[in-house]
């Protein structure tokens, strides 16, 4: 069965400095794999995803993730980290189409 | 794209009572999916839907849940004789297709029960 782990459950940077929220996966399957924020009392937005193709994806905010087969893992990063990212990141693997989401990382970003 | 909706947002009831919850999906999406997320967890899958047939649902939906889809546009989640431990996050997401295509949230509809 597919499973999700993020390494985290609370990742603390200054602004400006790197984002790093770690993913790895579990799949028997050739995976597809996302990344969601959520920001309090709101719904998932999506960030990106990997389906097939190019294994560093870029997504919406200046995010992106690279798929590493070799070590199961689609960490998320971005260079410089704003305030307005700080939010709860949700990694999360597809099993025949419903989603299998990590326990979630806590982002927060101090002045 | 008026995006996924959802009502109510929040609900507060008493245990033993029955709940009804609705999701309104993107329009020209053929699947429909439920989850529950409590507090400090990712969400967890529920049930979903392909047009109107219910093609899988978690051992997590007990008995006192069910869900709906009539006529393959929105779909209600009922729950009978609430207990203390439904207090959840009841989210509805939405998608063109299943595997790869990704899903669409809406807000979310948080129950309280007392």
């Known amino acids: 069965a597919q499973s999700v782990t993020q390494l985290g459950s609370h990742v603390s940077v200054s602004e400006g400095a790197l984002v790093l929220l770690r993913c790895n996966y579990s799949?028997?399957?050739?995976?597809?794999l996302f990344w969601y924020v959520q920001y309090p009392n709101q719904g998932l937005q999506l960030l990106l995803k990997?389906?097939?193709?190019?294994?560093l994806v870029k997504g919406i905010n200046g995010f992106e993730a690279e798929f590493k087969k070799s070590e199961t893992s689609f960490h998320l990063t971005k260079p410089s980290a704003h305030m307005s990212d700080a939010a709860e990141y949700f990694c999360?693997?597809?099993?025949?189409?419903?989603?299998?989401f990590g326990q979630g990382t806590e982002l927060s970003v101090k002045p | 794209d008026t995006g996924v909706s959802q009502n109510p947002r929040h609900k507060i009831t008493k245990r033993g009572q029955n709940v009804t919850f609705r999701c309104d999906p993107i329009?020209?999406?053929?699947?429909l999916y439920w989850y529950r997320q409590t507090l400090g967890q990712g969400p967890e899958f529920l049930t979903y839907?392909?047009?109107?047939?219910?093609?899988?649902k978690s051992r997590l939906l007990s008995d006192r849940f069910s869900a709906e889809r009539p006529k393959g546009s929105f779909s209600t989640l009922e729950i009978q004789r609430t207990e203390q431990g439904d207090s959840a996050m009841y989210l509805c997401?939405?998608?063109?297709?299943?595997?790869?295509?990704?899903?669409?949230f809406g807000p979310g509809t948080r129950l309280t029960v007392t």
């Open positions: 839907f392909q047009n109107e047939a219910q093609l899988e």
């Open positions: 329009s020209e999406h053929n699947r």
């Open positions: 799949s028997s399957v050739p995976p597809y």
């Open positions: 997401a939405s998608s063109s297709g299943g595997g790869r295509y990704e899903q669409y």
């Open positions: 999360a693997v597809s099993d025949r189409g419903k989603l299998i």
């Open positions: 990997y389906t097939t193709g190019a294994t």
